[in-house]
């Protein structure tokens, strides 16, 4: 017989709704169980977030937020989302992050005791409150050390979800004995040992991330592949909105990939501009360098293709350099190590994938269509981000829907409900080595046929083309999976080409252009 654990809730992410969640249940009085597949905990979207996250403008309504995510969202904003966002998020940043964790925001200069507001694209006020350009790392890593110093929570690194566990595919019982569409855990891969688990849960709290890695050019971390939305519609779950992929109009492009520049440094005063120096954005969008990510990002696509250029430029050297070194100080050391030294000239900048507006489809505290199954983050859809996503709205969702759902989670437990868990099936081992040179050619067709297909602008032509490469590939993908002995390299490929499937099959579906899914026919 196998190793089987057990728990009240089981988060699979460490980033911030994952911590949200944890945090919430653990205070709430459940045991936790927190998986991350990175060596790291700390390795994450929420870690590497430059920009900040939304608080409030002085004297601002909450329906003043709202007006301005239904502005950006394309029109398919809910509008019940979006209301529950302003009306708890600045509340819980007042409350968890500044008070409880003690995260350090910068103050205002003019003003000591108050905080530093900023803008950034698509927001009609100063409301965004920073650490610097590491506004993400901060928030991260002092909710780590509070998370994992908590006496109910288990953290288990290097620890990679193969499958979640549902009644009717893993159940050794009869499936009548509870309803089938039930998730009761996962199975988990100890990457130190190679061996697999099953790791039983009374809730399961998807809070794995986005999906940029399975395009060419992303500012996301590595590990995000798909993996939530991939185990989650293989078990059952809705997926809504896949098409809706935001590409940041301004990520370095650098040998060891794309390095995001936050889009604060618009917001603070720069502007996109032509190799000559010569600003063009008024061409696209009256706010010029500050319109809405999807615009920005196919105007400058747009741009290259007619120049022939290959990247367009952010421009901030009116700006004194002092300034720019405290303010950007991460971004300012990394195009220093790139040889750009971005207080004397402008930053040359390429859109990347960076965002997904679509995901598991989730009510307001995080339920799925599968029983005792959640979602948080950027993995769910809550519809708050419609066709396009409202700058520094990312951070606020994963601590407004993360702590609802940890809340929510926790409440059947603590009042002593009765979870079924069925006896589920040992894993069954393959033992042939896998080729690392397949596994990175196929990642790689699958990030080309997306970029080139189903990137900025698509086409029927383009997606009808991809959809033949990407099924083929499937096919291959999955005979490979079945033979080869488990790692978390074969893992992210079999959820990464399920993901470019799901985005190409709602890309394909939903013909008219809205927000950042641009169809030229």
Same mark, same amino acid.
């Given at each position: 017989?196998?190793?089987?654990?057990?728990?009240?809730?089981?988060?699979?992410?460490?980033?911030?709704?994952?911590?949200?969640?944890?945090?919430?249940?653990?205070?709430?009085?459940?045991?936790?169980?927190?998986?991350?597949?990175?060596?790291?905990?700390?390795? *994450?979207? %929420?870690?590497?977030? $430059?920009?900040?996250?939304?608080? !409030?403008?002085? @004297?601002? /309504?909450?329906?003043?937020? #709202?007006?301005?995510?239904?502005?950006?969202?394309?029109?398919?904003?809910?509008?019940?989302?979006?209301?529950?966002?302003?009306?708890?998020?600045?509340?819980?940043?007042?409350?968890?992050?500044?008070?409880?964790?003690?995260?350090?925001?910068? *103050?205002? %200069?003019?003003?000591? $005791?108050?905080?530093?507001?900023? !803008?950034?694209? @698509?927001? /009609?006020?100063?409301?965004? #409150?920073?650490?610097?350009?590491?506004?993400?790392?901060?928030?991260?890593?002092?909710?780590?050390?509070?998370?994992?110093?908590?006496?109910?929570?288990?953290?288990?690194?290097?620890?990679?979800?193969?499958?979640?566990?549902?009644?009717?595919?893993?159940?050794?019982?009869?499936?009548?004995?509870?309803?089938?569409?039930?998730?009761? @855990?996962?199975?988990?891969?100890?990457?130190?040992?190679?061996?697999?688990?099953?790791?039983?849960?009374?809730?399961?709290?998807?809070?794995?991330?986005?999906?940029?890695?399975?395009?060419?050019?992303?500012?996301?971390?590595?590990?995000?592949?798909?993996?939530?939305?991939?185990?989650?519609?293989?078990?059952?779950?809705?997926?809504?909105?896949?098409?809706?992929?935001?590409?940041?109009?301004?990520?370095?492009?650098?040998?060891?990939?794309?390095?995001?520049?936050?889009?604060?440094?618009?917001?603070?005063?720069?502007?996109?501009?032509?190799?000559?120096?010569?600003?063009?954005?008024?061409?696209?969008?009256?706010?010029?360098?500050?319109?809405?990510?999807?615009?920005?990002?196919?105007?400058?696509?747009?741009?290259?293709?007619?120049?022939?250029?290959?990247?367009?430029?952010?421009?901030?050297?009116?700006?004194?350099?002092?300034?720019?070194?405290?303010?950007?100080?991460?971004?300012?050391?990394?195009?220093?190590?790139?040889?750009?030294?971005?207080?004397?000239?402008?930053?040359?900048?390429?859109?990347?994938?960076?965002?997904?507006?679509?995901?598991?489809?989730?009510?307001?505290?995080?339920?799925?269509?599968?029983?005792?199954?959640?979602?948080?983050?950027?993995?769910?859809?809550?519809?708050?981000?419609?066709?396009?996503?409202?700058?520094?709205?990312?951070?606020?969702?994963?601590?407004?829907?993360?702590?609802?759902?940890?809340?929510?989670?926790?409440?059947?437990?603590?009042?002593?409900?009765?979870?079924?868990?069925?006896?589920?099936?040992?894993?069954?081992?393959?033992?042939?080595?896998?080729?690392?040179?397949?596994?990175?050619?196929?990642?790689?067709?699958?990030?080309?046929?997306?970029?080139?297909?189903?990137?900025?602008?698509?086409?029927?032509?383009?997606?009808?083309?991809?959809?033949?490469?990407?099924?083929?590939?499937?096919?291959?993908?999955?005979?490979?999976?079945?033979?080869?002995?488990?790692?978390?390299?074969?893992?992210?490929?079999?959820?990464?080409?399920?993901?470019?499937?799901?985005?190409?099959?709602?890309?394909?579906?939903?013909?008219?252009?809205?927000?950042?899914?641009?169809?030229?026919?």
């Amino acid at each position: 017989m196998q190793d089987t654990l057990q728990t009240d809730i089981l988060v699979i992410g460490s980033g911030l709704a994952g911590l949200a969640a944890a945090w919430d249940a653990a205070k709430r009085g459940c045991k936790v169980t927190l998986l991350t597949r990175a060596s790291n905990p700390e390795e *994450s979207n %929420t870690d590497r977030a $430059q920009g900040g996250i939304i608080y !409030r403008a002085q @004297g601002e /309504s909450p329906e003043q937020l #709202v007006a301005d995510i239904l502005s950006v969202g394309g029109g398919l904003s809910s509008l019940d989302a979006a209301r529950l966002l302003s009306r708890e998020g600045p509340r819980l940043v007042k409350e968890i992050l500044i008070d409880e964790l003690g995260v350090r925001f910068d *103050s205002s %200069t003019e003003d000591p $005791q108050q905080l530093d507001l900023t !803008r950034e694209a @698509g927001h /009609s006020l100063p409301r965004i #409150v920073h650490y610097k350009d590491q506004s993400g790392c901060a928030i991260e890593r002092a909710f780590l050390d509070r998370v994992c110093s908590h006496p109910n929570v288990k953290l288990i690194s290097a620890a990679t979800v193969v499958d979640l566990l549902t009644v009717s595919h893993h159940s050794l019982e009869p499936t009548d004995v509870y309803r089938p569409l039930t998730c009761v @855990g996962a199975y988990v891969l100890d990457q130190t040992t190679g061996k697999i688990f099953s790791l039983l849960a009374k809730e399961t709290i998807l809070a794995t991330g986005g999906v940029g890695s399975v395009f060419l050019h992303t500012t996301n971390a590595s590990g995000a592949r798909g993996d939530g939305i991939a185990m989650a519609y293989r078990a059952g779950a809705r997926c809504i909105n896949m098409q809706y992929i935001q590409f940041h109009p301004t990520a370095l492009l650098a040998p060891d990939g794309c390095f995001l520049i936050s889009e604060t440094v618009r917001g603070e005063g720069g502007r996109l501009v032509d190799r000559h120096g010569k600003e063009f954005m008024q061409r696209f969008h009256p706010a010029g360098s500050l319109a809405p990510r999807d615009i920005a990002a196919r105007a400058i696509y747009q741009m290259m293709l007619e120049s022939g250029e290959p990247c367009v430029y952010l421009d901030i050297t009116h700006k004194p350099a002092d300034q720019l070194r405290e303010r950007f100080p991460g971004i300012y050391a990394v195009c220093i190590e790139r040889g750009i030294d971005l207080t004397h000239e402008p930053i040359p900048v390429v859109p990347a994938a960076h965002y997904s507006c679509g995901g598991i489809a989730t009510d307001d505290c995080g339920r799925t269509t599968v029983e005792r199954l959640r979602a948080a983050g950027e993995v769910a859809c809550t519809g708050l981000h419609g066709a396009n996503r409202l700058a520094s709205t990312s951070l606020l969702e994963c601590l407004v829907w993360g702590t609802r759902t940890g809340a929510q989670a926790a409440q059947g437990i603590t009042r002593g409900d009765d979870f079924y868990f069925p006896k589920v099936a040992d894993w069954r081992y393959e033992h042939e080595p896998a080729d690392p040179a397949l596994i990175t050619q196929d990642w790689l067709t699958i990030q080309h046929t997306m970029w080139n297909y189903v990137g900025l602008i698509r086409s029927e032509r383009r997606l009808n083309r991809a959809m033949r490469i990407l099924r083929e590939l499937d096919l291959e993908i999955a005979r490979f999976y079945e033979k080869c002995e488990v790692s978390d390299s074969i893992i992210g490929l079999r959820n990464g080409i399920l993901t470019a499937l799901l985005i190409l099959e709602a890309a394909q579906q939903s013909r008219e252009s809205r927000g950042c899914h641009y169809r030229i026919n």
